[in-house]
């Protein structure tokens, strides 16, 4: 297996198939909207763990974690949560507000791997400005307690980060997530990798292969 160091004037990046056990398959590199745009359109995210590594870490795991829009599962819990209508949810109206609520959330920008640094804050902003990015903003009682966001693009959304201060905000965006994508014709949520919470949603493992057949439909 190898790891191969990006070339800033080079935007290229290595089969997914050579990278290692973990689908690290590259460092180095740059944040600009082309090489991102790149990046996602085969499966491949950043993440900048900052807190070991200065450098831009690449991943592309063969076993990828998905979420389809119609196969999004809602609990009877969450259906009544919905019903009640306590919470007003709103997409792209607090795009930096979720953010930062994502990389202030649970103390994780002073824990071992973080992340959402100022380089990948402004990066997915610059994408947001070009139309590849979208949040789903979650308030009640007119401040912001949940959210989640993510890159856009074709009929896909690759799923970044996600927050909540109150219980259930987050599964509630993610479902008015899968629902608007219903609605459009989205075709998959990818969530990156596997968590008890996003299985419990319907979130289910595909070959690379696979994924990236989904992925390439227009």
């Known amino acids: 297996?190898?790891?191969?160091?990006?070339?800033?004037?080079?935007?290229a990046f290595p089969?997914?198939?050579?990278?290692?056990?973990?689908?690290?398959?590259?460092?180095?590199?740059?944040?600009?909207?082309?090489?991102?745009?790149?990046a996602y359109s085969n499966g491949i995210f950043p993440w900048y763990g900052f807190k070991e590594n200065d450098e831009i870490l690449w991943f592309c795991p063969l076993d990828?974690?998905?979420?389809?829009?119609?196969?999004?599962?809602?609990?009877?819990?969450?259906?009544?949560?919905?019903?009640?209508?306590?919470y007003h949810v709103t997409f792209n109206k607090a795009f930096n507000d979720v953010i930062v609520g994502c990389s202030q959330a649970d103390d994780r920008y002073e824990q071992r791997g973080a992340w959402l640094v100022?380089?990948?804050?402004?990066?997915?902003?610059?994408?947001?400005?070009?139309?590849?990015?979208?949040?789903?903003?979650?308030?009640?009682?007119?401040?912001?307690?949940g959210g989640l966001y993510g890159v856009t693009i074709g009929r896909s959304f690759f799923g970044e980060s996600m927050f909540s201060l109150e219980p259930s905000a987050s599964k509630l965006a993610l479902i008015y997530l899968a629902n608007l994508m219903k609605d459009?014709?989205?075709n998959l949520i990818d969530c990156q990798f596997e968590t008890p919470h996003l299985k419990t949603m319907g979130g289910e493992h595909i070959s690379y292969d696979e994924y990236m057949k989904i992925i390439s439909e227009e």
Do not use: C, Y
Request: net charge negative; aromatic share 6%.
């Open 15 to 38: 089969d997914p198939h050579e990278g290692d056990e973990d689908g690290l398959i590259a460092v180095g590199g740059d944040l600009s909207i082309d090489r991102l745009l790149l």
């Open 64 to 86: 990828r974690f998905v979420i389809f829009p119609e196969k999004i599962h809602v609990s009877h819990s969450m259906r009544t949560l919905i019903n009640h209508k306590t």
């Open 118 to 145: 100022t380089d990948m804050i402004q990066a997915d902003q610059r994408l947001l400005d070009q139309g590849f990015a979208a949040s789903v903003d979650v308030w009640h009682d007119g401040h912001l307690v």
């Open 184 to 186: 459009r014709g989205g």
């Open 1 to 11: 297996m190898t790891v191969w160091r990006l070339n800033k004037d080079v935007l």
